[in-house]
């Protein structure tokens, strides 16, 4: 697992007090992990603050999964 | 409220008048109270503090103009590294520059729309991630009569105080899930240092609008600030409290 990854899955644990084994790649935050729209946020927010990056609103929208959210910070910090 | 600990209560324009009441009513409880005062000198926030001390609390002031948005989120940074938490913010610092919507500068209205509202949404913003990790918090916003009824000479005023009716709705809406309430209360005619500057003549105007016949003092408008506050007001969120005499129904 890569340090991206890690921490990812830590923030989503955090943020939506699910357990570690729930947060698969395939997982939608929505439907999976029942986030709401304030989740959906704080989660985007706690991913800018951790990686030092900017999610526009626009991108924030596409990022629907665990495995969505690990690709866009990958990228980002690439 | 039931919680070992003295909650922690941040209150604009705290170093005088409606906000210095509000200050003393939570100071009952024993809160921690940190205000925030934008006075030329520091003589009203100096006195409250002392009353404060007298009363036994912990209690701080800090000079700071809520239309800066930079300047808040520092003053609340502060805050949070000391107290850890903030339970209550009550949004009350506001000022006037009446005039006829006809002779209004555009400097009178955005000083008047920039702190009464646009402070209220800076202070708003700084607290409300840490709250909603608490899943708990309480709002109160000042808003005014006026911001419901128009009056001649406050354009300015009586919209920025309509929008905080707006945007106390909104928030509320907002943070109902996290356990958070926002409400807003609406004083009519309050004996301030804001009303001291008007001329007998539109006071005796008002005082003929308002069915209990007199003004209303500080601590009736911070008695209901502090029962939205309280556990008794637990399931009440969104709403606006009119406090004036049936001035407006």
């Known amino acids: 697992m890569s340090d991206v990854e890690g921490k990812i899955k830590k923030i989503i644990c955090e943020q939506l007090d699910v357990p570690e084994e729930d947060v698969v790649p395939e997982a939608s935050f929505v439907d999976d992990l029942g986030a709401d729209s304030l989740d959906q946020v704080e989660l985007i927010m706690a991913m800018e603050e951790e990686f030092d990056v900017s999610i526009p609103d626009e991108d924030a929208e596409n990022i629907g999964t665990v495995q969505d959210a690990i690709d866009y910070v990958k990228k980002a910090v690439a | ?249």
């Open chain 2, 1 to 249: 409220m039931e919680n070992s600990s003295p909650r922690v209560v941040v209150i604009t324009g705290g170093s005088k008048g409606i906000g210095r009441a509000v200050a003393y009513r939570f100071a009952e409880e024993k809160a921690k109270i940190v205000f925030a005062h934008y006075d030329a000198d520091d003589s009203d926030s100096q006195e409250t503090l002392k009353v404060l001390a007298g009363m036994g609390v912990e209690a701080e002031a800090h000079k700071i103009d809520v239309s800066l948005f930079q300047d808040v989120d520092l003053f609340f940074r502060e805050i949070f590294g000391k107290f850890e938490r903030v339970d209550v913010l009550v949004n009350n610092a506001g000022i006037t520059k009446d005039t006829l919507l006809m002779r209004m500068s555009e400097e009178d209205w955005d000083a008047v729309l920039d702190i009464n509202l646009k402070g209220v949404f800076n202070c708003t913003r700084a607290v409300v991630r840490p709250m909603i990790k608490e899943r708990a918090g309480r709002i109160v916003n000042i808003s005014s009569v006026v911001g419901q009824i128009g009056n001649p000479g406050q354009a300015n005023y009586s919209a920025s105080k309509a929008g905080v009716i707006a945007l106390t709705k909104t928030t509320a809406k907002e943070l109902a899930g996290r356990g958070i309430t926002v409400n807003g209360v609406a004083p009519g005619f309050v004996d301030t240092e804001m009303t001291a500057v008007l001329s007998d003549k539109v006071k005796d105007g008002f005082l003929a609008q308002i069915p209990l016949g007199r003004m209303g003092m500080p601590e009736e408008v911070a008695e209901a600030v502090y029962w939205l506050c309280s556990d008794a007001a637990s399931y009440i969120t969104g709403q606006i409290i009119h406090v004036n005499g049936g001035m407006y129904m």
